[in-house]
């Protein structure tokens, strides 16, 4: 299939799949012409890496990651035991932030709740 096909069946635009591909993340095949040409595998590796960036993962870490996914019945699993620990540490950086969120938004409040009280 096509460029236009994968997006249509991924629901992903065609520069975001051509993204994909300067990243490494797809290897399409090239026509003689340059047209690219995808498989039914390409729609599946579509569908992880927009569920690996929906994670808060980057391309790069995708790239690494990516050999070591397994998809089960839907289902993304780490395969290999490195993978795991990099992902929970993923997970402690985005507690952090979200910590740090919940803290500016408590300065909001308060800034808001002074408002109120004084005007």
């Known amino acids: 299939m096509r460029i236009g096909e994968l997006a249509r069946r991924t629901g ?11 990243q490494g993340l797809l290897t399409p095949l090239r026509r003689p012409s340059g047209y690219r040409v995808y498989g039914d595998a390409d ?7 927009r569920i690996l960036l929906g994670a808060g993962l980057n391309t790069a870490q ?3 990651i990516l050999p070591c996914i397994v998809d089960e019945d839907g289902w993304l ?19 952090e932030a979200i910590g740090e ?15 109120r009280r004084g005007g």
């Open 43 to 49: 729609v599946a590796a579509v569908r992880r890496i």
């Open 101 to 115: 969120l919940e803290a500016t938004r408590a300065n909001l409040d308060t800034i808001i709740g002074a408002e």
């Open 62 to 64: 995708i790239l690494e």
């Open 12 to 22: 992903v635009s065609e520069r975001a799949l051509r993204y994909y591909e300067e």
């Open 77 to 95: 699993t780490p395969d290999c035991p490195e993978l795991t620990e990099a992902l929970r540490q993923q997970r402690a950086r985005i507690d």
